[in-house]
């Protein structure tokens, strides 16, 4: 779920750009493609990124395991299967969502104002979920595996919104400190709700700013430390430990890790290794935390460990 709303919000990054681009410019939609690191499955079944194409792509197609209409799917599903431990409200929330985006003809897009609405729709119907999960789910384990997921969904995708900066074809033009580069900024704000924060703790919108906000802000919800912050509180307290004390396994040292780097950094160090660079490593080792989690809890080994253990007390109590 939190995959659909920050998919709807990378449209929303070139829809507010292009509201405000001089009429000599082209929009540009590779980059989110890029960014995303969808770019390789869509050149398999397009041949151009234009406009038309990359929305279909990310927002309808069911080739594309990422793209809204996908994920919600695999959402519905999820919640279908474990229906008895979910409140009744959670699951009206994603089965009506999922009937509506279903129910959606890609043909329907005839102008922007239209499609704008209904990425609108989108995130709102997305808030509503999380509204509806957090104010009738109670706070036990499986509600801090979804909290967990979601701040780690959403740190990843806050590094790659940054990054839409990087792979735009603008900065390649000698723009960079231009008043054209300044509205691609100000779409990166807009598109993950931050712009009115952002304002009302900085006065100039300045690119070494916009990224600390986005990276290093304690308090924005959306921001990269806050994120990572909100997920290790949750992973811990799945296994029952306190941050304070130290990690009890891999998945908590290597999150830990992440969060303590987050805390002893600059946006002056981030600039100096270089932006693209520092969200390009913090994304694989965001991955690697996913990995560890999965292993951890999930994967095939722990179970078999876990039966093994059993099955050598079983031994020991019964000789």
């Given at each position: 779920m939190?995959?659909?709303?920050?998919?709807a919000r990378f449209v929303g990054?070139?829809?507010?750009?292009?509201?405000?681009?001089?009429?000599?410019?082209?929009?540009?939609?590779?980059?989110l493609l890029i960014a995303t690191a969808d770019h390789f499955l869509f050149y398999k079944y397009y041949d151009k990124p234009t406009k038309e194409d990359v929305i279909h792509f990310m927002t309808f197609d069911k080739r594309n395991p990422n793209s809204i209409i996908s994920c919600l799917y695999e959402a519905r599903e999820n919640a279908?299967?474990?229906?008895?431990?979910?409140?009744?409200?959670?699951?009206?929330?994603?089965?009506?969502?999922?009937?509506?985006?279903?129910?959606?003809?890609?043909?329907?897009?005839?102008?922007?104002?239209?499609?704008?609405?209904?990425?609108?729709?989108?995130?709102?119907?997305?808030?509503?979920?999380?509204?509806?999960?957090?104010?009738?789910?109670?706070?036990?384990?499986a509600w801090h595996f979804g909290r967990l997921g979601r701040h780690i969904e959403r740190a990843d995708k806050c590094s790659r919104f940054l990054d839409v900066k990087y792979f735009t074809l603008l900065q390649d033009s000698g723009t960079s400190g231009s008043t054209l580069d300044l509205m691609l900024w100000t779409a990166v704000l807009k598109s993950v709700s931050a712009y009115n924060m952002y304002r009302q703790t900085h006065r100039a919108l300045t690119p070494m700013n916009i990224v600390a906000f986005l990276i290093l802000d304690k308090l924005f919800p959306r921001s990269i430390a806050y994120c990572v912050r909100q997920a290790e509180l949750s992973l811990y307290a799945i296994a029952g430990s306190i941050p304070e004390r130290g990690y009890t396994n891999p998945a908590e040292r290597a999150l830990s890790k992440i969060r303590s780097e987050l805390e002893f950094t600059d946006v002056e160090d981030v600039f100096k290794m270089g932006l693209h660079e520092y969200l390009d490593k913090f994304q694989i080792k965001n991955n690697e935390v996913d990995n560890k989690i999965f292993d951890m809890y999930f994967g095939l080994e722990t179970a078999q460990s876990q039966s093994q253990s059993l099955g050598h007390f079983k031994s020991q109590w019964m000789n």
């Open positions: 939190e995959r659909v709303e920050n998919y990054v070139n829809f507010n750009l292009a509201l405000d681009l001089p009429p000599d410019v082209d929009e540009q939609w590779e980059p279908r299967t474990i229906r008895e431990t979910i409140s009744k409200e959670m699951w009206e929330s994603i089965n009506t969502f999922y009937l509506t985006i279903r129910g959606t003809s890609p043909d329907d897009f005839r102008n922007m104002d239209h499609m704008q609405s209904y990425f609108t729709d989108i995130r709102k119907n997305c808030q509503l979920f999380h509204g509806v999960v957090d104010s009738s789910i109670t706070r036990n384990e």
